[in-house]
Structure formats: structure tokens, C-alpha cells
T-cell receptor, first 117, second 113 residues
Framework: NAGVTQTPKFQVLKTGQSMTLQCAQD?????MYWYRQDPGMGLRLIYY???????DKGEVPNGYNVSRLNKREFSLRLESAAPSQTSVYFC????????????????FGPGTRLTVT | AQTVTQSQPEMSVQEAETVTLSCTYD???????LFWYKQPPSRQMILVIR??????QNATENRFSVNFQKAAKSFSLKISDSQLGDAAMYFCAYRRQDDKIIFGKGTRLHILP
């Protein structure tokens, strides 16, 4: 099992450029998440998807869009990158509470370091 | 809105000593889950311990234990016999019934040899 994979690992963008961060999990989890991590701010939730076909805003959704392509994949898109979006981005997955089984812990990908100049 | 507060941005502890990291949260739910995660310099997020709110017994995992005070909305992590490998960022996290998971800002733990 690969767990949660993210691509790319590093990316440099110019202001105004767009890009999509890809995330996939092979654990058959219903719930998937996108976070950004900035120094002194912890992990802030951007968007999450409690199940295939649903997405919901987190704490800092502005400037981002997501797509839950299928049960395995959850992508994050920056339509017009800004320097304020320079951050480390983490994707995570877990069983949904509705599954009534499991530990409900999150499994994280290795992160993507994004720099916007 | 749910919030998770870690009031100690940094802490230091002598090797082999005990340290407690604090976490408080705000919620109107009666059933939920709480977690502590560790993030070493590798950046990988590692689950340390979890607690189910409906269980009164405090969770323990080897040298790691929690003090869960539901009425006070407090969820502190105690690390006993601290080791150099425990040096990391520690994050407290709260999971709501709608599967939304919120993290605190973290506590950086230094282990002094």
C-alpha cells in the first residue's frame, strides 16, 4: 500500500499562474482533506470531502477550488496563484465516522512545498 | 465555530523527564474525537494518540498519555521519560461529527540532553 500520495513535491509558480495539486489514497477511505501549513499557524483546513461527490469549505478556502474525482482522488486547484499562497500543502484521508468502524485517524501525504513569486 | 487552542508555542524538557502539552477546544457537540499528532523535521505527520469523547478513561500509548477533561474541554498530552526522538512539533486535533477536522497551531518540543 502506498497510503496517501501527493504530486508534485515541490513547485514554483509566478503570480497569476494556475496549477493543480494531485492527491490519491489507496485505503478505500471516504473522507479526504486539504490543509496548508504556515509557520506559527499550524495546519489550516482548506477544503474537505466527507464522501465521494461532496466537498465542503474549511477555514481558508478563498483562492482555491477542489474536485473529488472519485473515491481515491481529491485535487486542489489554484486558479490564479498569489504570493500569500506560498505554503506547504498536505492532503490527508480517513475513514468517515459514518463507517462506524476503524480508528478515524488521518493519514497524511508527504506534502507539497509551493512557492509563489 | 469549533476552535482548538494550544497555548504553548514552544516547550523544553530534560531528557528522561516528563512534560505536559496543553490543548483546549471549543465545541457544542457531545460526541467527537480528539487526536495528538507529531511532526518531526521530516514533515511527516504521525499519530501519537486518540481519544473518543464518550469514553471517560484516558487513552495511553506506551510513554504517551492524555488527561481528557470533557467538561473543561481540555485534552493535554503527557510524555514520560522524554527521549531525543520526541523532539518535534505536536498538534492537537478535533474531529467533528460531520468529519471536519481542525488542528491547533502546534507546540514545538525541544529535548535537552
Amino acid at each position: 500500500n502506498a497510503g496517501v500520495t501527493q504530486t508534485p513535491k515541490f513547485q514554483v509558480l509566478k503570480t497569476g499562474q494556475s496549477m493543480t495539486l494531485q492527491c490519491a489514497q489507496d485505503m478505500n477511505h471516504n473522507s479526504m482533506y486539504w490543509y496548508r501549513q504556515d509557520p506559527g499557524m499550524g495546519l489550516r483546513l482548506i477544503y474537505y470531502s466527507a464522501s465521494e461527490g461532496t466537498t465542503d469549505k474549511g477555514e481558508v478556502p478563498n483562492g482555491y477550488n477542489v474536485s473529488r474525482l472519485n473515491k481515491r482522488e481529491f485535487s486542489l486547484r489554484l486558479e490564479s496563484a498569489a504570493p500569500s499562497q506560498t505554503s506547504v500543502y498536505f492532503c490527508a484521508s480517513s475513514e468517515a465516522l459514518s463507517s462506524e468502524a476503524g480508528t478515524y485517524e488521518q493519514y497524511f501525504g508527504p506534502g507539497t512545498r509551493l512557492t509563489v513569486t | 465555530a469549533q476552535t482548538v487552542t494550544q497555548s504553548q508555542p514552544e516547550m523544553s524538557v530534560q531528557e528522561a523527564e516528563t512534560v505536559t502539552l496543553s490543548c483546549t477546544y471549543d465545541t457544542s457537540e457531545s460526541d467527537y474525537y480528539l487526536f495528538w499528532y507529531k511532526q518531526p523535521p521530516s514533515r511527516q505527520m504521525i499519530l501519537v494518540i486518540r481519544q473518543e469523547a464518550y469514553k471517560q478513561q484516558n487513552a495511553t500509548e506506551n510513554r504517551f498519555s492524555v488527561n481528557f477533561q470533557k467538561a473543561a474541554k481540555s485534552f493535554s498530552l503527557k510524555i514520560s521519560d522524554s527521549q531525543l526522538g520526541d523532539a518535534a512539533m505536536y498538534f492537537c486535533a478535533y474531529r467533528r461529527q460531520d468529519d471536519k477536522i481542525i488542528f491547533g497551531k502546534g507546540t514545538r518540543l525541544h529535548i535537552l540532553p
